[in-house]
């Protein structure tokens, strides 16, 4: 039974963390047909600043290059490109960082904790997430634009705030999603 005990906690411990790597999926824009400009766009350097960068690079990398197509920005989006075929080109080169924190408000929590153990329902989690996304435009390789965008997002869970991270996977999918159609918008304008 004692195991079985420890078995329970261990995975109920598991699921409470909130996951950072809420990647926003593009979204189809109607005017794809007629991009902004009729030079490809190459996504060069991109990096992410977190300790776990490596599990999502590369989602967020195909995120990127689905946002970029959507957008409607630029005839074609490479991760790859020729520089011998293709003389006039655009590059963008991407930097990211988050930052997320969560706490709780243990006037209300405390009994969650001692003495009635995870039955408690009130338990006050109040997390903040922050995106900021440093982005360079080269048209073959020289600086077009350089611009830094920086996106807060907050949300609060007050029932089983413990264990709900729904709302906060929403949250930070939200934010995210927000800071690249700001720079989206940010490119378009710059062209």
């Known amino acids: 039974m004692k195991s079985f005990f420890v078995l329970i906690t261990i995975f109920l411990l598991m699921h409470c963390s909130t996951d950072l790597r809420q990647v926003p999926p593009p979204t189809k824009n109607g005017n794809l047909s007629r991009a902004k400009t009729n030079l490809p766009v190459v996504i060069g350097r991109f990096e992410i ?8 690079t590369d989602a967020w990398r195909m995120a990127w290059k689905g946002h970029l197509q959507s957008s409607g920005i630029f005839s074609n989006v490479h991760l790859e490109l020729d520089p011998e075929v293709t003389k006039e080109y655009y590059t963008i080169d991407v930097e990211m960082k988050t930052s997320y924190s969560d706490r709780y408000n243990w006037w209300y929590t405390w009994p969650a904790v001692y003495p009635f153990i995870a039955i ?5 989690r109040i997390g903040e997430y922050t995106v900021e996304i440093k982005y360079k435009l080269f048209l073959n390789k020289d600086l077009k634009k350089e611009d830094v965008i920086i996106k807060k997002g907050n949300t609060d869970e007050f029932l089983y705030g413990f264990f709900k991270v ?4 929403r949250m930070i999918e939200e934010t995210n999603l ?3 159609n700001v720079c989206l918008k940010n490119l378009e304008d710059s062209l």
């Open 49 to 56: 600043l977190s300790a776990d960068r490596g599990v999502y």
């Open 120 to 124: 408690w329902p009130i338990q006050y």
């Open 166 to 169: 729904r709302n906060f996977h």
């Open 178 to 180: 927000e800071a690249v």
